[in-house]
């Protein structure tokens, strides 16, 4: 049997998790909490222009011998940016630990950010942004916290604009980094077949002479708080529509009966109850569903569909039926086990996943300091009670306090 999660400390501050996974690959994941809310006003796209730039040049090594050392082994490097956080990771064999090891320290570690590889990325970026405005379905998600959380940074753009992007430099990476990049906000998770010993070893080995910036980055959400609808006339074949309502942050306990009712509401399953009943019954929309992204501070709860223009006014009004269902109605004894083993099977189908195991390990460090097991959370998540998803349906999903954005056809 393998052991439970351990949890270590570097010389320099750093803190560990080692996660014992029987498998013959293995996935490293450093989490940072910088993400493009930690941006200063002129930086918008920055946290993402760093994540794409750690890859183009270290004090040694050129893009194409960063980009190579894995692929040569059949292994992944890659990363991404949140409003929040910037993760780098890797999945290899785990003969490969070392190589592996070593090639994220020093693309954390030892990147120079060459001005010309900075230029050409530039123009990547905006072809990026470019074609999330080709694709409205996926725009709008973007423009949707944009709404929710106006006069906050959290609720710009990840990716910035064509201008802010060409008004990025090498100074204002190291700016960002030397205010963002701090021991408690960076931790390092390792998933695989090893003992802890030699994960330690290595972790000092490669990370534990990293000089940090000193603590004392914060910041904390400051939007207005007005519900606002807004109806946007975009040239397309259908209506995109989206409804949804800020929530408490990832460390309110509120934030675990929201969760299950947003499982139960518009989840990944194909017997949620809104595609049941919007796009069975009645065969409005082809894409429909809810999620919640959680932040330090604040969340929100959202709704996204799109269908025939025809159909947008009935369909937002089956939406908010379906919302009123759990203000007006408690989810039967039956009905809130269902719901309860539907949300942990897929929880525990997800921990099937390596990298995700490792990713997950490292943001529970980041966010709450520890890792617990799946047992652990799937307890919290059995102790909820009917009761809780009605009183956090009707504290936070009501109709007055509700945003909407509409892609409307032209």
Not at 147 to 163: E, K, M, S, V
Not at 184 to 208: D, L, N, P, Q, Y
Not at 249 to 274: Q, T
Not at 322 to 328: G, R, T, Y
């Amino acid at each position: 049997m393998m052991k439970e999660t351990a949890v270590f400390e570097l010389a320099n501050g750093l803190q560990c998790a080692f996660v014992p996974k029987k498998s013959t690959v293995a996935h490293i994941a450093v989490a940072i909490r910088a993400g493009s809310r930690d941006e200063l006003e002129h930086q918008q796209g920055l946290a993402h222009f760093i994540e794409h730039n750690l890859f183009k040049g270290t004090t040694k090594r050129k893009a194409y011998h960063i980009l190579s050392r894995l692929d040569d082994v059949g292994g992944e490097l890659n990363a991404y940016t949140t409003k929040e956080e910037t993760i780098i990771h890797a999945s290899f064999l785990k003969a490969d630990m070392r190589r592996a090891m070593e090639l994220l320290s020093d693309v954390m570690v030892q990147s120079t950010f060459p001005e010309r590889e900075l230029e050409k990325e530039k123009d990547v970026i905006k072809d990026e942004i470019y074609s999330y405005k080709d694709s409205p379905s996926e725009q709008i998600f973007d423009d949707f916290e944009d709404l929710i959380f106006a006069g906050d940074p959290l609720g710009r753009n990840i990716l910035g604009t064509p201008d802010s992007v060409d008004g990025l430099g090498r100074e204002d990476i190291l700016e960002f980094i030397g205010r963002t990049y701090s021991a408690e906000r960076i931790k390092i998770s390792i998933s695989g077949a090893f003992t802890r010993e030699r994960v330690e070893r290595m972790c000092g080995e490669f990370f534990g002479h990293w000089q940090l910036a000193p603590n004392g980055w914060t910041n904390s959400f400051q939007g207005n708080s007005t519900p606002t609808k807004r109806i946007d006339p975009v040239a397309q074949f259908q209506d995109h529509y989206m409804i949804g309502w800020r929530t408490p942050g990832i460390h309110d306990e509120n934030r675990r009966p929201l969760l299950l009712l947003n499982n139960i509401l518009g989840g990944p399953a194909m017997n949620s109850r809104l595609g049941l009943n919007i796009r069975e019954k009645h065969g409005i929309a082809y894409n429909i569903e809810s999620y919640m992204n959680l932040y330090s501070d604040i969340g929100m709860l959202g709704i996204y569909l799109g269908c025939d223009s025809s159909q947008t006014a009935k369909a937002s009004h089956l939406v908010m039926k379906e919302v009123e269902k759990f203000q007006q109605k408690k989810l039967g004894t039956l009905q809130l086990s269902k719901a309860k083993n539907q949300f942990l099977g897929q929880m525990a189908l997800s921990e099937e996943n390596g990298l995700n195991t490792a990713i997950g390990a490292a943001r529970a460090l980041l966010h709450f300091g520890k890792v617990n097991s799946f047992e652990g959370v799937a307890e919290k998540i059995r102790s909820i009670s009917a009761e809780e998803v009605m009183d956090a349906a009707n504290d936070y999903l009501t109709a007055e306090s509700a945003y909407e954005l509409v892609y409307k056809k032209i």
